[in-house]
């Protein structure tokens, strides 16, 4: 099987009584196969403190495992080469049996939540990806990096110009 790039995304809404526009548009996107949705928790904490959870998953129980498999085997290989990519896939396979998230983890994700609020942690697999990313192979291009440019990377990289230019200013006898 075969996956996507991955993302892995956190949002938080102040009010818990969201209109669901948000679940309209990734409803949109998983029926036009634009992403897959590997895992999803959403906590919603009201004013009294009361906690209601939604979990939501496109992947099948054999989709999971497998999923589980290639990410254990992945995690395997870092931690201890070829020998450890068996090991790995078996671990991970059981891992995600039944989701990402853990009794655990949805208990300090809750606890996370402020009362009167609402949280949402997605896993999305960029299916569009895959036919641009079969098609650079196909070529022989291999990719180097990719990432993710947040608006507020421009921010930090215009601060960072601004330092530097400062600093440049203030070496030359510029401003001080």
Known sequence: MEFGPLQLLVVVFKDPHF???????????????????IDMLVVRKNEHGALTTLEMSDLSAEE??????????????????????EKGAEAGAAI???GI??????????????????????????RWAMPLRTAIGEAG????????????DFVATGAALA???QQKSFGQGGDR
Do not use: N, Y
């Open 19 to 37: 209109t669901g526009g948000v679940l309209t548009e990734l409803h949109r996107l998983r029926e036009h196969d634009i992403v897959r949705l």
């Open 64 to 85: 999971r495992h497998q999923f589980g498999m290639v990410v254990g085997s992945l995690v395997g290989f870092g931690a201890e080469g070829d020998k450890g990519v």
């Open 96 to 98: 995600i049996g039944d």
């Open 101 to 126: 998230f853990d009794d655990e983890e949805r208990w300090a994700i809750a606890d996370a939540v402020p009362v009167g609020a609402a949280a949402a942690i997605a896993l999305l697999e960029h």
């Open 141 to 152: 291009g291999t990719a180097v990096t990719d990432a993710w440019i947040h608006p507020a």
């Open 163 to 165: 330092a530097q230019h």
